[in-house]
C-alpha cells in the first residue's frame, strides 16, 4: 500500500505524548512547533503516490505496490533504482531532511536481506522479517532510537552516587513480552513517525546485557514518552525569512519509557551485548542507511553549491580572478565529489575517464559493500554485463 499526506497525518493523531519544555502538545500536526514539517512529512507521501512517480518511487512485490526504499535488491539495476528514488526524496527537501521516511526504512530492508545475522537464541530473525513486511505493507515511517543519553555512557558515574543509571534497559519479562524503562537519544523525526526502532549502535560491555535490547515500539506506546528539543520552526517570522527552519525543522527527541510493554513478536535481539551491534554490520542494515545519507548529502551540496553561485553572481564576485579560474578546482570537483560518494552511479555520464583519475579517485565509493551485498544475495540473478566494473 502507498498511503497518502492525508493518512499520514491522520496517523499522527494518535495519543502520543510529545513536550516542548514543560508544555505538552496534543496535535502535533498543528501545533506552531511542528505543523510546517509534519506538512512537509505529508507531501512526501502525496509525491511519492503521485501516479506520475510511480516508475522511480515504488515497486512491486508480493501483489502489492511500495515505496522503492523497502526494495531488497538483488541486481546492480536494483541498486540503480533505490538510488534514483533516495535523489528524489531528497531533492523534494532540497537535502535538509536527514531523516525522511527512506533512512530508517534501509537499515530495516538491509538487515532482512541477511536475517540468519540474528542467531538465535538471543536473535530472532524471523520476528525481523515479519516486521520488515508489516512496515513495507503499511508503508510506515519509522525512526530509530540507537545511542544512550550521553552522561549515561559511564555507569560508574551513577553507581558511585547510588542513583539508577537512566539508560534503557529491559527491567522485566513476561510471557508476552518484554517491559523496558529508561531513556535512549536521538529519535530525529519521531514526533512525524509511526514507529521508534529501539537499538545500539555503540558497543556494549558483555554485563550490559539487559541494555542489549533491540525492538520497535509505536509512537504512541503506553508510557512513551517523546522530550523534543527547541523547535526551529515556531522561532520563523515568515517562509520568506527563514525558509528551510520554515519547512524542514525534523526535530528530535530524547525517548523517555516508562514501564513499556514490548511484545516479543517486535522483540529482535535480547540478553546479546555484541550481537545488538553486530547486526547492523555483518548485514547490509549500515551500508544502506549510509547510502541514502550519501545521496541525501549529494542534494544538499547541490544546493549549496547553487546558493553560492547565486551569491557569488549577485555580488559579482564571480567576476574577480580567483572566481575566474579553473572551474575543476571549485564547484564542478565538489559537485563531482558529491556524485561519486552517492552512487552506483553511471561512470560514462557522471564520472570523469580513469585515465584521468589519480589513484586515490579510484577507491571504492562507500557504496561499493550494497554491490557486494546484491551479488551474495543473488549473484546468479546478475548478468556478467549487470556487474560494476572493478
Not at 531528497?90 to 525522511?100: H, I, K
Not at 503506553?222 to 523534543?228: D, R, T, V
Not at 577507491?363 to 549487470?386: E, G, L, M, V, Y
Request: glycine letters at 6%; a positive charge; one cysteine or more.
Amino acid at each position: 500500500m502507498l498511503r497518502s499526506g492525508k493518512e499520514h497525518l491522520e496517523s499522527l493523531r494518535d495519543g502520543r505524548v510529545v513536550y516542548i519544555g514543560s508544555e505538552q502538545i496534543d496535535d502535533v500536526t498543528r501545533h506552531p512547533a511542528f505543523r510546517n514539517a509534519a506538512r512537509t512529512v505529508a507531501s512526501l507521501y502525496d509525491f511519492k503516490a503521485d501516479t506520475a512517480n510511480r516508475r522511480d518511487l515504488t515497486y512491486e512485490e508480493d501483489g502489492a505496490r511500495h515505496s522503492i526504499y523497502f526494495m531488497r535488491p538483488r541486481t546492480r539495476d536494483d541498486l540503480q533504482r533505490r538510488m534514483v528514488g533516495h535523489r528524489a526524496i531528497a531533492d523534494f527537501t532540497y537535502g535538509m531532511f536527514g531523516r525522511s521516511p527512506d533512512h530508517v526504512a534501509s537499515f530495516i530492508t538491509g538487515m532482512a536481506m541477511k536475517p540468519d545475522e540474528l542467531k538465535r537464541p538471543f536473535g530472532h530473525p524471523d520476528n525481523l522479517l515479519r516486521y520488515y513486511r508489516y512496515a513495507r505493507d503499511n508503508d510506515l515511517y519509522t525512526v530509530y532510537a540507537v545511542l544512550p543519553p550521553q552522561a549515561a555512557r559511564d555507569p560508574a558515574f551513577y553507581q558511585r552516587q547510588n542513583l539508577p543509571v537512566p539508560t534503557l534497559r529491559v527491567v522485566r519479562e513476561d510471557d508476552d513480552g518484554v517491559v523496558i524503562s529508561g531513556m535512549k537519544m536521538l529519535a530525529t523525526g519521531a514526533v512525524f513517525a509511526n514507529e521508534i526502532w529501539i537499538g545500539n549502535v555503540i558497543p556494549l560491555a558483555p554485563e550490559q546485557k539487559k541494555e542489549a535490547i533491540t525492538c520497535a515500539i509505536p509512537c504512541n506506546a503506553p508510557g512513551l514518552q517523546l522530550w523534543s528539543r527547541k523547535s526551529s520552526e515556531e522561532n520563523c517570522t515568515s517562509e520568506f525569512d527563514s525558509p528551510l527552519a520554515y519547512r524542514y525543522d525534523e526535530s528530535d527527541s530524547m525517548l523517555l519509557c516508562d514501564q513499556v510493554k514490548v511484545p516479543w513478536e517486535r522483540v529482535f535481539v535480547h540478553d546479546d551485548a555484541p550481537l545488538s551491534r553486530d547486526i547492523y554490520f555483518k548485514t547490509p542494515s549500515h551500508c544502506f542507511g549510509n547510502h541514502q545519507s550519501n545521496v541525501r548529502y549529494w542534494s544538499k551540496m547541490r544546493l549549496l553549491l547553487g546558493l553560492c553561485a547565486k551569491i557569488s553572481h549577485a555580488t559579482g564576485a564571480d567576476q574577480l580572478p580567483a572566481a575566474q579560474g579553473d572551474p575543476s578546482r571549485t564547484g564542478e570537483a565538489g559537485l563531482r565529489l558529491a556524485l561519486r560518494s552517492a552512487g552506483p552511479l553511471s561512470p560514462s555520464r557522471h564520472r570523469p575517464p580513469r585515465s584521468s583519475r589519480s589513484a586515490s579517485d579510484r577507491r571504492p565509493a562507500p557504496c561499493c559493500r550494497s554491490h557486494r551485498w546484491a551479488r551474495q544475495a543473488d549473484a546468479k540473478s546478475i548478468s556478467p554485463t549487470d556487474r560494476p566494473a572493478r
